[in-house]
C-alpha cells in the first residue's frame, strides 16, 4: 500500500525470507550439488586425463561447481541468501565430521581416505560425502561474493 491508500501489486521486496526457497536450498540442494559434482568430476578426470592428479581434479571441480553454481542462484534469485543459502553446507558438513569422529575412533588408520581417493579408486564417502560438502562451501562462497557484487553495483548506481 502506497501513501495514498492505494494497493501496489508489486509489494513484494526481494530481501524477504522464503520458507519454500529455505527447504529447497538446505535439504534439496545439498543432493543436488553432490549429483552435479559427482558429474563435474567425472567429466573433469575425462578432459583432464593424465594432466593433473585425479584428486587435483576431484577438488578442483567441486570448488569451481559449488562457487558457480551459488553465484548464479544469488544473481538468479536476491532472496536465496537470506532464505537459508548461506546455511547450506550444515548438513554435508556434520555428516563429514561424524564420519571423521566414526573413523577416528574405529578405524583410525582411515581417516586420510576420507580427503583423498587410495590407488585411483575412491571411498563411497570421499565420493559421496567430501567433495559435495567443499562444493557446499564455495556454494555459500560464491553467494557471498555475488551479494557483495550486487550490493556495491547498487550503491554506484546510486550515487
Known sequence: MNQDGQFIENDA??????VLLFYVQVFIGPLLIGICTFVAVLLAQVF?????ND?????G??????????????????RAM???GAWIWAL????????CIYDMLVLPGELPKLFYGSNRVWGIFFGTVTLPTIA???????MVVES????????????
Open 48 to 52: 583432464l586425463q593424465g594432466w593433473v
Open 136 to 142: 557446499c562451501c564455495f556454494y555459500t562462497v560464491g
Open 61 to 78: 571441480a567441486s570448488i569451481l561447481e559449488g562457487f558457480s553454481l551459488g553465484y548464479l542462484v544469488r544473481s538468479q534469485s536476491p
Open 148 to 159: 557483495r557484487r550486487s550490493r556495491s553495483k547498487v550503491l554506484r548506481d546510486l550515487r
Open 82 to 84: 537470506r532464505s537459508g
Open 13 to 18: 521486496r526481494p530481501s524477504e525470507f522464503s
Open 55 to 59: 584428486d587435483v581434479t576431484a577438488y
Open 92 to 99: 554435508p558438513a556434520c555428516l563429514l565430521i561424524s564420519g
